[in-house]
């Protein structure tokens, strides 16, 4: 069982879920497929990434992401940056033959995502992009269904991602309502990971027809850099340009003739992380929520008339990853757990030699369903989706 040094850049709340998966992936996947050593964490400045490697349980810190890259005891990267960074670090770690995992999403545009993905494709490195949501045992599970055709031919898919932290408009104008550092605004931020499970359930997007709205046109300007995701109010201070979309609405056609939808917001006030989809099939139906993640509803068109309708399971050892987290159902998992298991199909692509996904060609490819999201709503118009391989 191999050491594999860690070089984690970004140490808010994204490095919190990546410390965290690091030091407990071994604890539920034992044996192994390799020990993540926690070696170097990079901040903005030495006092914060000195306060990071406290918390986080690093072994050095530095106020320079270069030296990550230039270390050559680092074998992993690890981008927990804002967006605006991914490309810049991703192409010098592939540069440098590092393994790379980038948060979500993988670069502002297509045009940067593309760079990314070329700076990957022809070394001999694991390169992952970080949606951890399709890693929920009962996503994999709606997986395991429709690939052994328990719902037949798929007809159609709604998801949604519903959040209210920035509902309020005197919650700080962060990075992430800012074009030149997130790219978009829930469309990158969230909408991406339901774009990721329709994909991952579903199969490519050929079409999309959308609407992006802006809601809040200004907000309060934030004192420090700290992301705080709408925890604190900006007060009665000067304010700023929201220049970003705050919900995202559009129709999808899928490449094998199912159709579809994606709508996500960050101003939907009670809705606290909701992610659902909903997949209907020649032979039955699946519905998720991630809001009761331990549960996958299931309707099968198979059943006696007098037993027709939605059943409930709830994930556990029987189910995927199962094996490697608790031992009774009912103890259920939460979001800690999802990183845990992403750690660990990460590291074990790196010890095994092979490949992980999504990685970075599905972060590109959901880099050009934004980029025609964005045309589609601009347009007023269906737009076609490019293929990475067309």
Known sequence: MQNLNVGLIGGGFMGKAHSL???????FFWPAPALPVRHTI??????????????????????DWRSIIDDPDIHV??????????????????????????????ARTGEESKAMYDAVKDKNIVHMVAFNYRRTPAVALAKKYIEEGAIGQILSFRGTYLQDWSADPNSPLSWRFQKNIAGSGALGDIATHVIDMA?????????VNAVLSTWIPERPLQAGGADALGTVR?????????????????MIRFANGAVGSVEATRNAHGRNNYITFEIHGTEGSIVFNYERRDELQVAFASDQADRRGFRTVYTGPAHPYGEGLWPIPALGIG????????????????????????????G????????????SAAKESWVEVPQINS
């Open 21 to 27: 998966a690091y030091a407990a992936m071994p604890m």
């Open 42 to 63: 990079a901040e903005a400045n030495p006092e914060l990434a000195a306060e990071a490697a406290r918390r986080f349980g690093f072994e050095n810190s530095t106020a």
């Open 77 to 106: 990267v690890d981008i927990a940056t804002p967006n605006h960074l991914h490309a810049e670090i991703a192409i010098a770690a592939a540069e440098a033959g590092k393994h790379i995992i980038c948060e979500k999403p993988l």
């Open 199 to 207: 994909r991952y359930l579903v199969g490519e997007f050929s079409a």
């Open 234 to 250: 900006g007060g009665e201070g000067p304010k700023g340009q929201v220049d970003v979309d705050d919900e995202v609405m559009t």
């Open 335 to 362: 979001y800690g757990e999802t990183k845990i298991i992403e750690a660990y199909d990460f590291f074990k692509a790196i010890a095994e030699g092979g490949s992980v996904s999504p990685n970075f060609a599905d």
């Open 364 to 375: 590109y490819q959901v880099a050009l369903i934004d980029d025609a999201i964005v045309e």
